[in-house]
């Protein structure tokens, strides 16, 4: 019954996480109300995303330039890697405002059920990164796997951790200050604080 | 800190009604790591709307040709047109499947807090059906006033009722009570006064 391209729009809005039938049609009507520029921007918004997003070339941050802003800041301690796992997360750390060094983003957890082995994973960046160092010594001081308390999130830890050791890395692993089975994206910012104050050694 | 292309669509997706900031984010985080297919599908299906809906040329209805689907259908009762406030009311009651008649799609309801009034509406083109009848009659046998029972639904179908009753239409209001299904104990005083105000003969 619904016009064509109302329903269309209602389906694809429907595919979004959280968004069923009945909440796809209330946005659909409220685009078709709104003034034509709103639509234009939206539909604008969302194809720049894909086209004008990559990842930094060091930190695998997504960054509209070859690298992105923390990697290019002067003040940031390059030589303190911490290891996230998402965009999001990376952004949550910055919005508490108290870590100084730069990030590596993993763009995933290892999830051997799911089919996410290391390989699509950022971890060869990563590597790439400890082994650049100038007489042979280490050129990362000490990597922070920031990855959630999960059995995802402390697999990758202890993977990236046995991978790290025999570089001369030090590794550490962010404190269970994040409540176990939380995400890191939705911690405050004093939680996230204290879990990167408590980190400590990895074997 | 975030990437411009990414918080340029969160600041879009957070203008949807019910879309906070953070649900806008996890919206645009989900887009990005989507296929760029579904991208290109979402931002079209969005331009489209606009684009390619109209109203339908006899009840306003969105229709992507001249006429609407309910329009055209040989079966339905031209005579008996049932008005509605939005697109929306029209397909819940389609979805019910015991109507047999046409509509007429209001595009709102009278208020004049908002700044509503009658010009807003599209009371015009309901009266313009009203007057094409053969020889003098009046081209419409009945108008069910179908506007939700509230401040502006009720005046709404007052103003109207008052319009068509000069021209020898017959006017009915759709009867409001208790729902079907729904509890006496759990319903509102004004409901259950208007739900025995409008009892009838059970034979």
Known sequence: MVAD??????????KLPG????????????????PESYARQLAEAILDLKARLRECEICCMLTEAERCRVCCEARRDAAL??????????????????YQGTYHVLHGLLSPLDGVGPDAL???????????????????REVILATRPSVEGDA???????????????TTRIASGVPIGGEIELADGVTLHRAIE???ELR
């Open 81 to 98: 890697v911490m290891v996230v796992a998402t965009p999001q997360d990376l952004l949550a750390i910055e919005r508490a405002a108290s």
């Open 198 to 200: 408590d980190r400590r």
């Open 122 to 140: 950022r971890i060869k960046a990563l590597l790439a990164r400890c082994g650049s160092g100038a007489a042979g010594a280490p050129a990362l």
């Open 156 to 170: 990758t830890a202890l993977y990236l951790a046995r991978l790290l050791g025999p570089l001369g890395v030090r």
């Open 5 to 14: 391209p109302l329903s269309r729009l209602v389906q694809e809005l429907a």
């Open 19 to 34: 968004i069923g039938e009945r909440t796809a049609a209330r946005l659909a009507f409220h685009i078709l109300r709104a």
